[in-house]
């Protein structure tokens, strides 16, 4: 009788724990990377564009430059448009990869499918959006090619299968500061706001963890306005990167 | 011997000695007495957990079986461990008096809409989402218009024409979070 008892205690207590665990409020698990590729793949591009792309984001995925959850959905974003138009913007996307960019953050902040997505949110047409990924690509090459010229970085190795460094985030908000005054804040060169506006935005960066506090201490220390208008120039003169 | 066969033999040793007693009290005493008698023998525990055991009554069989659920149902929470990161939560508030749907989109959600709710019908529609420190843009939807003006927010970005409101997350200045 005890034995079934203390039995019968127990397989109630095995529900109620089984019960419990399942309640657990579950987050989405990610999508996993051959999903991405497999839609990449029934996309209907070349099958020599489709290794490329595949090859890169793969490499995106496993070093941290692309989060498969973003990815899928930028997409099924280039999915709703003609073919050429989304190869050209994958095209970006590829080549920012290969340049060892991070092009997308997941959930928490700046990258360049983020800001896709956020065009289309605003309802803006995809040539607009092509031209802002181009225009962000160009910012993040000449943010890269300026603070290795000043030491503040170096360039030891580039891909999309480096491991990430601290400068690899930090390239990234910086180009993203600098695209901002100039594409949405309608600053231009020469303005007094301008140096203050980046250097805020990275110490904040630092402030919440986002950059690396000594990293962004150096760069803000280096950072003048003929340095910011530097990179603006060679944003918009790709001969000269 | 245990206590409660000790205590059993005790009593039915006193009951004896007070059954055959009982002839040679008289008045307050015999009444007493008498009455004492009258009460039942006081079952241990222990006496009593076997014979609820061995015929338990419907009513407390059921309270142990959801008692026993509920133990389960508290260890299970306890003791695994959440796959949701312990981000902070941040609270999405706008006044919406009369709107039919409110909802969230940013950087956190990859611009996909999050619905805040209004339970009381205050027009105040709100939502909590849990966030990793970082900086993000972010706009309301109010029954589909775009409003990107938040007044809780720490900056404001115009992409277009259109604001966005940004928010920061973590570190000293997050007045933001809750």
Do not use: H
């Not at chain 2, 009369?98 to 105040?124: E, H, N, T």
Request: proline share 6%.
């Amino acid at each position: 009788m005890r034995a079934f008892l203390l039995s019968f205690f127990l397989l109630v207590c095995g529900t109620g724990l089984v019960f419990g665990e399942a309640v657990l409020p579950q987050s989405t698990p990610p999508p996993r990377p051959n999903e991405v590729i497999d839609f990449l793949s029934a996309m209907g591009f070349s099958p020599e564009f489709t290794g490329a792309v595949a090859a890169a984001l793969t490499a995106g995925f496993n070093s941290g430059r692309a989060t498969t959850t973003v990815t899928l959905l930028f997409l099924q974003d280039l999915a709703k448009i003609p073919r050429e138009q989304a190869e050209r913007g994958l095209e970006i996307i590829r080549f920012a990869l290969s340049q060892g960019f991070i092009v997308d953050t997941g959930f928490a902040g700046s990258s360049m499918m983020n800001e896709a997505r956020k065009l289309l949110a605003l309802g803006r047409s995809w040539e607009e959006v092509e031209r802002v990924l181009s225009l962000r690509l160009g910012f993040l090459l000449a943010t890269r090619s300026v603070l290795a010229r000043y030491a503040v970085i170096s360039l030891s190795a580039i891909g999309p299968d480096v491991p990430l460094a601290a400068s690899d985030r930090l390239v990234l908000e910086l180009a993203w500061a600098v695209g901002d005054f100039i594409l949405w804040e309608g600053g231009t060169l020469g303005d007094p706001r301008f140096l203050g506006y980046v250097q805020g935005r990275l110490d904040r960066l630092a402030s919440v963890g986002v950059l690396s506090s000594a990293l962004t201490g150096r760069t803000v220390a280096v950072l003048t306005p003929s340095i910011l208008e530097e990179i603006v120039r060679l944003a918009f003169q790709p001969e000269r990167r | 011997m245990r206590w409660d066969e000790l205590e059993e033999l005790l009593r039915a040793a006193v009951r004896k000695e007070v059954e055959e007693g009982a002839g040679r009290l008289s008045g307050l005493e015999e009444r007493v007495i008498r009455e004492i008698l009258r009460w039942p023998a006081r079952k241990s525990w222990w006496t009593r957990a076997r014979e609820f055991f061995a015929q338990p009554t419907p009513r407390w069989a059921l309270a142990g079986v959801l008692a026993a659920l509920l133990l389960g149902f508290a260890l299970g929470r306890l003791t695994v461990s959440s796959p949701i990161p312990q981000w902070s939560s941040n609270l999405f508030v706008i006044a919406a008096p009369g709107a039919r749907s409110v909802s969230v989109v940013g950087d956190f959600s990859a611009w996909q809409p999050i619905p805040l709710s209004d339970p009381d019908k205050d027009g105040i529609w709100m939502a909590s989402i849990p966030l990793p420190p970082g900086r993000y843009e972010y706009a309301f939807l109010v029954d589909g218009k775009w409003v990107g003006q938040d007044p809780l927010a720490e900056e404001y970005l115009r992409t277009f024409g259109e604001y966005v409101s940004v928010r920061y997350v973590g570190g000293e200045r997050a007045g933001l979070s809750s």
